[in-house]
C-alpha cells in the first residue's frame, strides 16, 4: 500500500539501494500523510518480517500476525480514499 501511495503521487525509490523498502514505508507519513505512531509500528513489522523470513521462520505470534492483518486492512482503505480524493484520474 505504500508502494501505491508513492507511485500515485509520482514518486518511486530506487530498488537497487538498499533500505528502499523502509524510505517506501517512512513515505506514507508525505503521501497519505499518516502519524509517525504508524510508521513506527509498520517498519516494526516490515523488520520482523525481513528477520522471520531470513533467520527464525515461525517467530510470529498469531497476535502479530492478527494485527497486522488489521493495519493491513485499515492501510488499504485508508490509501484507496486517499487515491480517490486525491489522484482520481488513477482510478
Known amino acids: 500500500m505504500a508502494t501505491a501511495a508513492l507511485h500515485a503521487a509520482g ?3 530506487n530498488s537497487n539501494v538498499p533500505g528502499h523498502h523502509a ?3 517512512e513515505s506514507l507519513a508525505h503521501t497519505i500523510g499518516v502519524d509517525a ?5 509498520l517498519d516494526a513489522f516490515r523488520r520482523k518480517r525481513n528477520r522471520v523470513s531470513y533467520d527464525a521462520p515461525a517467530a510470529v505470534s498469531a497476535k502479530e500476525a492478527a ?3 488489521s493495519l493491513a486492512a485499515q492501510l488499504r482503505h485508508d490509501v484507496e480514499a486517499w487515491i ?4 482520481a484520474a488513477l482510478i
Do not use: Q
Not at 505512531?37 to 509500528?41: D, E, G, I, P, Y
Not at 480517490?84 to 489522484?87: F, G, P, S, V
Open 23 to 25: 524510505v517506501t514505508v
Open 67 to 69: 494485527d497486522m492483518l
Open 11 to 13: 514518486y518511486r525509490t
Open 84 to 87: 480517490r480524493a486525491k489522484h
Open 37 to 41: 505512531a504508524l510508521v513506527r509500528k
